[in-house]
């Protein structure tokens, strides 16, 4: 996505408690957090508030993020307007959600999670709010096959109700994962990936002309 960063002069990251895994988005432009939680909002930077309420004025914003958001949102199209709606003419709109509703678990409750999506779903909620997507990929396609095995796992042998701690692995299984991930990375400067388990997207405001 950060190709399609460009040089903006303003920008918001909406859900962004966790700040540091979106550290590329910064700059030397005004950028601005937004998440319904205060915990890890920077004062003067951060911005308490909605996804489908966003308090700010239309055209604010030549960028925008929500990575891992939308998901959240019970009404995930108003989500999306209010992230267009913001936007300038010609802005960016930067997304990832997890993907295949067949992958739900107990941990998209526990996570508060209202739906899982297909790269054409995705394509097809963001089209509707009036955007141009330029470009949708699935991501994270080399774990997938873990990813897949983890998810019938907990099928089969559901965790206890309350336990919503994460597989824990080695740091040997940790560096060939991230391996994996890098390898992804790399394909994703020249193609699409077929699969994964999550969807990532860019689209553009139209001009007003």
Partial sequence: MQPHLGTPRRTLDVGSADAPSVGWLRGEQQHVSLDLLPEGLVPGQGVCGSATELPFADATFDVVSAFDVVEHCADDA?????????????????????????????????????????????????????????????????????????RARRRLSPPPPGDTRLPQVSDRADRALMALCRADARVLRRRDLPYGSSVLLVAVKPDRA
């Fill in 78 to 150: 108003r989500a999306v307007a209010e992230l267009a709606r913001v936007l300038t003419p010609g802005g960016r709109m930067l997304l990832s959600v997890p993907a295949y509703q067949w992958a739900w678990s107990d941990h998209d409750v526990q996570a508060g999670h209202h739906r899982r999506y297909t790269r054409p779903g995705l394509v097809r909620l963001v089209e509707g709010g009036g955007m141009h997507v330029v470009r949708a990929s699935y991501a994270f396609t080399g774990v997938f096959p873990l990813f897949v095995a983890e």
